[in-house]
């Protein structure tokens, strides 16, 4: 009974996972001139589509790093494709400030509303 409760679990969480996910190994796998297509297959949908002036449309797609509740590192993956065929690509990456309050004047503030002797 176990066993059956834990092989449906793993096939849940399998189906959880949303199936293909654009990793930095998986980004530079896509060659120039993969359609369209293939890139969807090989990665799944993106993000969002920029369809450009020029004619060009840019897939976007973002992997997010992190550690426990935070994230350390923000990567978007730009696929630059004209006619369907991919033409080039870039990676962006973004990290958040290391801390967003300065621990040490947490620690050293004194409480205003006492009063001091």
């Known amino acids: 009974m176990k066993r059956i409760l834990f092989l449906a679990l793993a096939m849940l969480g399998a189906c959880g996972t949303g199936g293909a996910l654009m990793t930095m190994n998986s980004f530079y796998e896509i060659p ?3 359609s369209s297509s293939d890139i969807v297959q090989q990665v799944g949908p993106p993000y969002a589509i920029h369809k450009k002036s ?13 550690a426990s509740a935070r994230n350390l590192e923000e990567r978007h993956y730009y696929i630059i494709l004209k006619d369907d065929r991919v033409v080039s690509k870039r990676v962006k990456h973004t990290s958040p400030p290391a801390y967003t309050f300065d621990s040490y004047e947490m620690q050293t503030t004194q409480n205003q509303s006492r009063p001091m002797d």
Do not use: F, S
């Open 32 to 34: 120039v001139g993969a």
């Open 54 to 66: 020029d004619g060009t449309v840019e897939y976007e797609y973002i992997e997010r790093i992190n």
